[in-house]
């Protein structure tokens, strides 16, 4: 890692897991495989940033365990990078089992249990889902229709959040707001 950390993909230790790195990582991450409209990526963590809006938008402002959650639920992404869902289902449990004990790690490192609690995974699902539809009908050009059947709802969004979280950041930009999001919701 950039931090000069090393990080053993197989048996990953919390200790050697940093916030930088997560970020860095993330920023640099193409949602969609890349195929999104905009002059940049559509990154994994302007996507988590996206998620926790869709969360503190439907519940109010999250705590900080719930709001860790919500930004670090891809975060093993920053080292095995994004794989679209049926790429991810042909590999199978071999890629679910690297990516569980990752994130079991990163949880671990910032003091989220290993397993979250059903009612916080519900939130980060839906939540994610909302996501994947505003992505997949605003930038990954999937009509209405076939987003509402693979990922639900269009989830609501404040007017000014929409623009803002829709229109793919600059690598710094998105890994500077990453970080200072991380941040405010660590100070709680």
Known sequence: MLSGRRLDLLDPSPLDI?????????????????????????SVAQHTL????????RGGPPDRRLG???LLHDAPEYVIGDM????????????????????????????LPPELPGGV?????AADRGAAFLEATLLAGFAVAEARRLFGARPALPAAAE?????????ETAQRRFLERFAAISEQ
């Open 84 to 111: 679209i869902s049926p790429f991810k289902a042909v590999i199978g449990d071999s890629y679910r089992g690297v990516e569980r004990r990752l994130l079991t790690a990163i949880h671990l490192r910032f003091g």
């Open 50 to 57: 996206l998620v926790e809006e869709i969360a503190r938008h």
């Open 163 to 171: 623009p803002d979280f829709l229109n793919p950041w600059p690598v």
């Open 18 to 42: 940093e916030i930088e790195d997560i970020a860095h990582g993330l920023a640099r991450v193409a949602r969609w495989n890349g195929q999104t409209k905009g002059d940049h990526i559509f």
């Open 68 to 70: 860790l959650a919500l």
């Open 121 to 125: 995974v519900g939130i980060v699902k």
